[in-house]
RNA sequence: GGGCCCGUAGCUCAAUUGGCAGAGCAGCGGACUUUUAAUCCGAAGGUCGUGGGUUCGAUCCCCACCGGGCCCA
């Protein structure tokens, strides 16, 4: 913690720290700054009237010229101001849009007039005036009170170009935000997003229930997680890699449908689809198999990109996405045994399973078996080419240590996952809730680790008590929200969807 | 972790492959009573990411570091 600066007293002098006043463009408005300060100050509040939506859909189409008769008072930041001569045009961004500001030598006094050709581009101003159109037809205040709320110290990033450069968009997203359109489109879509994913559980008699974050051991996926430290406890703990168990444990205790969006924190490399702290998803509904779930999730996506992109078909890089239900369904091992020409075999000779392994290119680490054979394989010769939503079904259970056997194959487990554009989008299982099973998975997951997986899971001892109590048949379901927003939004990188990515301290 | 690339004015970008660093926008001064990225005239604005090295001379070449991007694992 920061000792707290003392507040400047009448006979102190403000600390310019920042060094506003050693740059020119920064000095002349530190001066106004300072003269406001030193004359009226600031107001606390402003009484608005008016927004610039609501001016828009009130006088839509009115004729040029036109004097409306209706005062208003608007608030909002200042941008692009034009001066001709005794004519001033502004354009006052707020909440909702823009509205055009129209200051006329003939219709405001003076002084007024005076002020506000002081004002510089991102000041914060109150106006108040007639709505009009101009003689271009624009629609207007002509204003004749003007109240600067808040002045704005720094120069503003280039009115047409806007803030280009992914680096100072993230770190400064407040500029990115205020110059650039997409920027606002995109983080308001994402805000739409998950408030529709919210509706769409809530209207299916979901409750969302918040678990916890801050662990003893974090288990429930398969990542490493951030370790961090219990001061008072005395003991290390971990950040979250999943809300898995814990949701269960509601399920186990009677909530019949459960879900979370949460924020996941996963202890990986940084990339255009991975970010350390991303939004997930995950519901349980009891009673429900796996499939049950992939009927819902194809309706929610349909749902989520109408509500979200407008239209059930959305254009990702270029090409169409058709979120309409049904999604293709295929199994893993069909598509892998397309892939290498060969039936996928798990009684097949390990070594002969590694040999073809190699032969398509995929090298296999000493802990795998024929279960994580049979995935690589997948990821390496058959996500990328996935575009259209397809579900990947019936994964082998040795991936999927919280999946329940398949019904039919015993190799297999009740799981898939929503491949879209070669990348996932969602998981789901038919729950494991055999608690003897569990622990056999477990152990299987201990071993691995031992032989050097570090993202298997730990056992957790807790979960498999709660499981003992008995939990029903359940359908389990995770969605990566950040790359749901991607998709709707049509960026191509994470960053671009989460307001305040991870990023290194500037220089 | 490996490879490649980028960092130049407040913002968006040039150029120089060793010899005084350029434009548009923003800002500043001026003109203009209907602009819409207003227009026109003028004058300004630089630690070329940081630190070392080579050189008569480095934004440019070399090394290290900082921050970012792309590809691969």
Redesign the pocket.
């Known amino acids: 913690m920061t000792e707290p600066t003392p507040a400047p007293g009448a006979d102190q002098p403000l600390d310019d720290a920042a060094g506003l006043a050693d ?3 920064t000095a ?1 408005r530190l001066a106004k700054h300072e003269a406001a300060l030193a004359g009226e100050g600031y107001p606390y509040r402003f009484s608005r009237t008016a927004t610039a939506a609501e001016l828009h859909t009130r006088h839509g189409g009115l004729e040029p010229g036109t004097e409306t008769g209706e005062n208003v008072t608007v608030a909002g930041r200042l941008h ?8 001033l ?1 502004g354009v006052l961004r707020d909440g909702t849009g823009t509205i ?1 500001l ?1 200051v ?3 219709v405001l006094d003076d002084a007024a007039f005076a002020r506000f050709e002081e004002l ?2 991102g000041d914060w101003i109150g106006a108040g005036g007639e709505v009009v159109t ?5 629609l ?1 205040v002509r204003i004749t009170s003007l109240t600067l709320l808040a002045k704005s110290l720094r ?14 968009r993230s770190r400064r997203r407040y500029l990115d935000l205020l110059a650039n359109e997409r920027s606002r489109d995109t983080a308001l879509t994402r805000a739409r997003v998950v408030s529709e994913l919210r509706r769409e559980f809530e209207a299916r008699g979901y409750v969302e229930f918040e678990t916890p974050v801050l662990l003893t051991q974090a288990t429930g996926g398969l990542a490493r997680p951030f370790r961090t430290r219990h001061n008072a406890l005395e003991m290390d703990m971990y950040l979250r890699i999943a809300t898995e168990l814990y949701l269960k444990r509601l399920v186990v205790g009677g909530m019949e449908r459960v879900f979370e969006i949460g924020r996941i924190f996963r202890n990986e ?4 689809t991975h970010n350390p702290e991303f939004t997930m998803l995950e519901s349980y509904e009891a009673y429900a198999d796996y499939l049950d779930i992939l009927e819902m999730v194809e309706e929610i996506f349909a749902a989520v990109a109408i509500a979200a992109a407008g239209g059930a078909t959305v254009t990702y890089q270029g090409r169409t996405l058709d979120f309409s239900p049904p999604y293709r369904r295929e199994r893993m091992v069909d598509l892998v045994a397309a892939a290498t020409g060969r039936p996928v075999d798990f009684a097949a000779p390990i070594d002969d399973v590694r040999a073809l392994a190699r032969s398509h290119g995929v ?1 296999p680490e000493p802990h795998w078996g024929h279960g994580k054979i049979v995935e690589a394989l997948f990821d390496a010769l058959v996500a990328d080419g996935i575009w259209e939503p397809t579900f990947i079904l019936d994964h082998p259970v040795e991936v999927s240590p919280l999946a329940r056997r398949h019904r039919d194959d015993p190799d297999l487990a009740e799981r898939w996952e929503l491949f879209i554009a070669g990348a996932e989008f969602g998981n789901a299982f038919s729950e494991l809730n055999d608690p003897l099973d569990q622990r056999q998975r477990f152990e299987a997951q201990v071993a691995a680790r031992a032989a050097g997986d570090e993202e298997a899971h730990p056992l957790d001892e807790d979960y498999l008590l709660a499981l003992e109590y008995g939990m029903p048949p359940t359908g389990g379901l995770g969605i990566g929200v950040d790359r749901l927003v991607m998709l709707l939004t049509g960026q191509p ?1 994470i ?1 671009e969807v989460i307001l305040f990515p991870t ?5």
């Open positions: 740059h020119p463009l002349r692009n101001v034009r001066a001709l001569g005794n004519l045009f055009q129209f006329d030598r003939s510089d581009h101009t003689r271009r037809g624009e207007s120069p503003l990033p280039d009115k047409w170009h806007g803030l280009q450069d992914l680096e100072l490399g940084i990339d255009s090298e990188h960053r990023l290194r301290p500037e220089a």
